[in-house]
């Protein structure tokens, strides 16, 4: 039984995980959101700011894993 999804991202004959990928593209994707989040002064009833930030990039990491490059 053969996988279709690749199990190593190459860059030249370096190889990386595709966690790597998902945890760059998730950081990016929740830094996008805090800074919505902040335009939209959401962010001023949030408590503990840093603990919403890993969950909203934990939640991009599922995201992501889901519906885009499976690890």
């Given at each position: 039984m053969t996988n279709n999804y690749p199990h190593e991202l190459s860059v030249g004959d370096?190889?990386?995980?595709?966690?790597?990928?998902v945890i760059i593209l998730a950081f990016?994707?929740?830094?996008?959101?805090?800074?919505?989040?902040?335009?939209?002064?959401?962010?001023r009833s949030i408590v503990a700011p840093?603990?919403?930030?890993?969950?909203?990039?934990?939640?991009y990491m599922v995201l992501i894993d889901a519906f885009w490059i499976k690890f």
């Open positions: 370096v190889y990386f995980s595709p966690m790597l990928l990016l994707a929740a830094g996008l959101t805090v800074l919505v989040l902040n335009k939209l002064k959401v962010s840093s603990y919403v930030f890993i969950a909203i990039m934990a939640l």
